[in-house]
């Protein structure tokens, strides 16, 4: 007998599933009202609170703040996956060696080294702050996207190295040594055996580390002040003399989000399947 799933899980859910996709539906709102709608009060239907228009996305999209937003949405995008697919090959590498050859480095082995990168991860960013905006000013990349994009590698290496470790680790050996046997080399070895297995890693390595360049806002304020502004500190900047301006700033927000939200609906079966599934084969 087919056992029913209790109506009280489904309750709990549904009402989890309100509070998380609420502030979403808040911003979506939002952006359809005016200024007259916002400061109203609390009004939540359209067509019956209050009468949706689409003011707010005209002049983001294709009025006069269409400048403001263009330039910081293009630097999210190019430092997002620039500094995505760097940290995702870097970190694929030196995960490759640690889990295929044998490294000593004195008394470190393969898993103490793995312990020493991964740690890195754990260094609260506010430490290293000072330190990289005098060195990027030394070296004229202050406020400019390669900056920025070295940065986010650093910041994201070791979170690449880990996961990649985790998916080589998974990949049966005999796959490669049956590749060696018949006269490959290691390198060929990897890239026609082991990298086409390891593709749902590689999409989920970057997709993790898309995620948090483009979310990230301490090292940007800090790091960039006009050219290379990205999405969230222009958010942040939306504090104008007339006030906050919710409705513009609701559909700022969502563009913000819509890329991010995109890809991971798109992705969502590598993440299930693979990195929270442990990546069965």
Not at 47 to 74: K, Q, S
Not at 151 to 162: D, E, G, H, I
């Amino acid at each position: 007998m087919k056992r029913r799933p209790p109506a009280l899980a489904y309750g709990i859910l549904g009402v989890w599933s309100v509070i998380v996709l609420f502030p979403l539906y808040w911003l979506v709102t939002a952006s359809f009202k005016d200024a007259l709608a916002v400061h109203q009060g609390p009004k939540f239907l359209p067509w019956v609170d209050f009468r949706p228009t689409l003011d707010a996305w005209r002049n983001l999209l294709l009025g006069v703040e269409r400048e403001t937003i263009y330039g910081p949405l293009l630097n999210s995008i190019v430092i997002g996956s620039s500094s995505s697919l760097l940290a995702m090959a870097m970190g694929a590498s030196a995960a490759y060696g640690l889990a295929r050859l044998r490294v000593r480095l004195g008394p470190l082995a393969n898993e103490d080294v793995l312990f020493w990168i991964v740690s890195q991860r754990i260094m609260p960013p506010i430490v290293t702050a000072l330190a990289l905006f005098l060195l990027l000013r030394t070296v004229g990349l202050l406020d400019t996207r390669t900056g920025l994009v070295l940065v986010y590698v650093a910041f994201n290496l070791p979170l690449a190295t880990w996961l990649m470790h985790n998916f080589f680790r998974q990949v049966p050996a005999s796959l490669e040594e049956a590749a060696l046997v018949d006269g490959a080399s290691r390198a060929r070895a990897l890239w026609h055996v082991v990298l086409p297995v390891s593709i749902p890693g590689l999409v989920a390595t970057f997709l993790f580390c898309f995620l948090f360049a483009w979310n990230e806002f301490l090292f940007a304020l800090i790091l960039t002040f006009s050219r290379a502004r990205t999405l969230p500190i222009l958010i942040a900047a939306q504090h104008t003399q007339r006030g906050i301006e919710w409705w513009s700033l609701s559909a700022m927000s969502l563009i913000t989000l819509a890329p991010v939200v995109l890809i991971t609906l798109l992705l969502q079966g590598y993440l299930v399947g693979q990195v929270l599934g442990g990546g069965e084969r």
